[in-house]
């Protein structure tokens, strides 16, 4: 080749990016082992040394450029499953996104509804606490009417407790004294279901 040996090409041929990929197959005089390996080294495929045989040469491009289209397919499917790996990592990020957002409100939902839930036992008790205090104000309200009137009824009378008291005859004294020795005994404060019970 004049002006430029095989080497020279074929390293203008790897050099360039349109033309790297092409298989180079050195044919040549050259047969010592440092020509070969410099042939391999520089991005050869193949190394033939003369005389060249046709047929050889041409079973040698077949066999080389079969290795080409299968090494491109390679790379085709290599980009392939690269490009479906990516897609497949973005969805199981998304998906965990979700996932984790869901989780969030999740969270939220159940801390909204332990709120409610709180809040209406807060409520119900506040409905018993009144119904209770209702419950226990009137019997209070009635027990308060009836101290006053006794108190009214002591204070107006008392002073007429002693001429009460004589007029009357000997056997009412003595039942008098008798019911306030009865009613000073019974020491056992009632309960009210005892209270109702003994009401005839």
Avoid: W
């Avoid at 509804?113 to 209070?140: F, R, W, Y």
Wanted: hydrophobic share 35%; aromatic share 4%.
């Amino acid at each position: 080749m004049p002006g430029m040996d095989g080497f020279e090409t074929c390293r203008r041929l790897k050099a360039d990016d349109e033309t790297k990929d092409i298989p180079v197959i050195f044919m040549t005089a050259l047969s010592g082992i440092e020509d070969k390996v410099k042939g391999f080294e520089l991005g050869g495929v193949d190394y033939l040394t003369k005389p060249i045989q046709s047929q050889e040469v041409l079973a040698r491009v077949k066999v080389h450029l079969q290795l080409r289209s299968l090494t491109k397919t390679l790379e085709d499917q290599t980009k392939t499953l690269e490009e479906q790996n990516r897609r497949l990592k973005n969805e199981i990020k998304q998906r965990m996104e979700v996932e984790a957002e869901l989780n969030e409100t999740l969270q939220q939902l159940q801390a909204t509804q332990d709120e409610l839930i709180q809040s209406e036992k807060m409520a119900a008790l506040g409905q018993l606490v009144a119904g209770v205090a209702h419950e226990i104000n009137t019997p209070l309200g009635a027990i308060n009417s009836s101290v006053r009137n006794l108190a009214n009824f002591l204070a107006h009378h008392l002073k007429q407790l002693p001429s009460f008291f004589q007029a009357l005859s000997k056997e009412r004294q003595s039942d008098f004294f008798t019911l306030l020795e009865r009613s000073s005994q019974q020491t056992t404060p009632l309960s009210t279901r005892n209270v109702k019970s003994e009401k005839p």
